[in-house]
């Protein structure tokens, strides 16, 4: 069965980093394309950063465009999000997700026009001022 755990979250200062880790297993992982989604408390789910199916093709949330990079390992099956610059906005629980894909080179965190069916427990990141 398909497993996704997220880890790496925890609390920082603002202006500080942090680098969430994502391991899928019972896939086959380069067959997924990769996103990572947060909420925070009393807020909807946004979308954070998505990543192609071989990493050529990334989008990030205008909320955090600069200060934060996804990337992937796919002889690892493990998904990264390495945040800089964090803020207190930024606090939030950091969702990992994995959607199939049969076409080419694309992403997206919007899930009207990418499905994910496959998601991890979540990882609490929490920045203080």
């Known amino acids: 069965q398909v497993q996704v755990v997220e880890s790496g979250g925890g609390l920082v200062q603002a202006g500080g980093s942090l680098r969430l880790s994502c391991t899928a297993s019972g896939l086959t992982f380069d067959d997924y394309a990769m996103a990572w989604f947060r909420q925070a408390p009393g807020k909807g789910r946004e979308g954070v950063s998505c990543?192609?199916?071989?990493?050529?093709?990334?989008y990030y949330a205008d909320s955090v465009k600069g200060r934060v990079t996804i990337s992937r390992d796919n002889a690892k099956n493990k998904l990264y999000l390495q945040m800089n610059s964090l803020k207190p906005e930024d606090t939030a629980m950091y969702y990992c997700?994995?959607?199939?894909?049969?076409?080419?080179?694309?992403?997206?965190?919007?899930?009207?026009?990418?499905?994910?069916?496959?998601w991890g427990q979540g990882t609490q990141v929490t920045v203080s001022s």
């Open positions: 997700a994995a959607a199939p894909w049969r076409g080419g080179d694309y992403c997206s965190y919007d899930t009207r026009r990418m499905s994910y069916p496959y």
């Open positions: 990543i192609s199916k071989s990493g050529g093709s990334t």
